[in-house]
């Protein structure tokens, strides 16, 4: 399958890699991970009582905004799919490469770690304790035909709509963000194949297109809920803008991608207060997170190589190019580690912020580490290196390891 006609499409900038993604990308993965390390801690921090204002309940609460690692993962995940699109639109086969290279990169990984995730969490569900105090371990023997389709598509957050669940289950619940990223994906798809002369004013479109449905259906009472439509593509739309801005914009399409960022961040303020759903609220704090991180790829754009260059940042940058192995593996193994640890005595907000976040991410490290190295390597798209070696043009795309999911474009 081809794409329509490229004539009249801009020549593509000599390179768009963003050469800190990987710190970033690092940076996101240690935010998740220390975010699911601290489940099971007292939480004992309160606004109005002062008493409770110690050193690990603030340690605590700190950490519990660590949640920003999911919208700054959204918006490398726009920026990346963009660069993707970007280079596939003036390839006459880009369609079928474009889906061929997503569906490599991401379901074979996938389907191995839900299959040790199931052996995993069946074993810990035989441990009594376990079963009972660890919420986050699914009970697999109850899924449904259309709760494994939905796992095993990565369709789970809007699929159950379809097949009459109440809500959405996971085999590993952080795999709510891979939904999201497949329906990306198939959108950013057909825009290579309807919008390839207008790649980014298609985009525009979706993204407009996207802020209006999310508040006429919620006028109207329609729980958009694990549809792109609910508001997640604005996160990553933001990413879209920022591959735009930099690699095509002049100085005054900088001005005015910072002034849209601005006003996006305005948005998720205003519309927080007028919201009373929790789902709601927090998708605003993501859309305000994911506007402050994509102005600031945008503006510091110029220290990008300093960075990526930074010793302080290789480790970082290490976790960053695993990041889909560490999205994978993580969860089950940090959560049942920090439950075991809560049932063993060590729950207070000080102990957890001490012991329980750091044994948890060195624990973290290994597994990660060998599902990359003898099963991610494997799905892994030929890099540009490889690509500039057999002697093509500096035209690859950038590498995409997006909410967690590290794919090559």
Request: with cysteine; charged share 15%; net charge positive.
């Amino acid at each position: 399958m081809s794409n329509a006609s490229t004539s009249d499409v801009p020549a593509r900038p000599a390179d768009t890699r963003y050469l800190s993604f990987d710190f970033w990308r690092g940076v996101a993965c240690l935010m998740l991970l220390c975010y699911h390390s601290i489940f099971y801690a007292d939480r004992a921090w309160s606004m109005h009582d002062r008493e409770t204002w110690t050193t690990g309940s603030i340690a605590i609460r700190v950490i519990g905004w660590l949640w920003i690692g999911v919208p700054m993962f959204f918006v490398v995940s726009g920026y990346c799919i963009a660069g993707s699109i970007d280079s596939l639109r003036r390839k006459p086969t880009s369609i079928r490469e474009y889906f061929a290279r997503r569906i490599r990169r991401i379901y074979p990984p996938l389907w191995i770690m839900l299959g040790i995730a199931i052996t995993f969490t069946g074993l810990m569900n035989l441990i009594p304790a376990l079963a009972t105090k660890c919420e986050q371990l699914p009970r697999v023997t109850e899924f449904s035909i259309g709760t494994w389709i939905g796992n095993f598509t990565a369709s789970e957050a809007w699929l159950h709509r379809l097949t009459g669940a109440t809500e959405a289950t996971y085999v590993m619940p952080n795999s709510w963000t891979l939904c999201y990223e497949e329906q990306f994906y198939a959108i950013a798809g057909l825009i290579l194949v309807c919008g390839a002369k207008r790649l980014f004013s298609a985009a525009a479109l979706v993204t407009v297109l996207t802020l209006v449905a999310r508040h006429v259906c919620r006028s109207m009472g329609i729980d958009t809920h694990g549809f792109f439509i609910d508001g997640h593509w604005l996160l990553f739309a933001a990413g879209i803008l920022v591959y735009h801005t930099v690699n095509y914009g002049t100085t005054k399409h900088k001005v005015v991608a910072l002034g849209v960022l601005a006003t996006s961040m305005v948005y998720g303020v205003l519309d927080r207060r007028m919201q009373t759903d929790h789902f709601q609220r927090h998708l605003d704090e993501y859309i305000f997170i994911s506007s402050i991180f994509a102005a600031g790829l945008i503006v510091f754009r110029k220290w990008d190589r300093w960075l990526s260059e930074l010793w302080l940042a290789k480790p970082i940058a290490a976790c960053g190019r695993m990041s889909y192995s560490i999205y994978l593996t993580h969860y089950l193994l940090v959560v049942v580690l920090s439950c075991g640890l809560a049932m063993a005595g060590i729950s207070t907000d000080g102990w957890v912020a001490l012991l329980v976040v750091p044994v948890c991410i060195v624990a973290a490290m290994p597994p990660a580490a060998l599902f990359h190295k003898y099963v991610e390597k494997r799905f892994m798209n030929a890099p540009a290196a490889k690509a500039k070696a057999s002697g093509s043009t500096n035209s690859q795309p950038p590498v995409v390891r997006v909410a967690g999911v590290g794919a090559s474009a």
